[in-house]
Nanobody, 116 residues
Framework: QVKLVESGGGLVEPGGSLRLSCVASGFTFSTYGMNWYRQAPGKEREYVAFISFSGGSINYADSVKGRFTISRDNGKNTVYLQMNNLKPEDTAVYYC?????????WGKGTLVTVSP
């Protein structure tokens, strides 16, 4: 079955960096676009970034453009989110997502906390 497992979250000071990973299994990863979303406390889940199956098409939410970089390694079935110049408003649970079999598939998320 489809499984997405995020990791790499943690506590970081403002201005710091983190690299999130999402390891996928149960489907042919190299043929699917992948997304990162996040959900801050008390807020709705929001889109962060997208990367196409080949990595040739990438898109970011305006709030993270210029600070976050999405990438993927199809040989490792892994999508990454490099987050630089983190701000307190980036504090959230970060999820990876793909659309498989007509359904959105989500991981369980990894918590990122940006605080002095």
């Amino acid at each position: 079955q489809v499984k997405l497992v995020e990791s790499g979250g943690g506590l970081v000071e403002p201005g710091g960096s983190l690299r999130l990973s999402c390891v996928a299994s149960g489907f042919t990863f190299s043929t699917y676009g992948m997304n990162w979303y996040r959900q801050a406390p008390g807020k709705e889940r929001e889109y962060v970034a997208f990367i196409s199956f080949s990595g040739g098409s990438i898109n970011y939410a305006d709030s993270v453009k210029g600070r976050f970089t999405i990438s993927r390694d199809n040989g490792k079935n892994t999508v990454y989110l490099q987050m630089n110049n983190l701000k307190p408003e980036d504090t959230a649970v970060y999820y990876c997502k793909c659309r498989y079999g007509g359904m959105d598939r989500w991981g369980k998320g990894t918590l990122v906390t940006v605080s002095p």
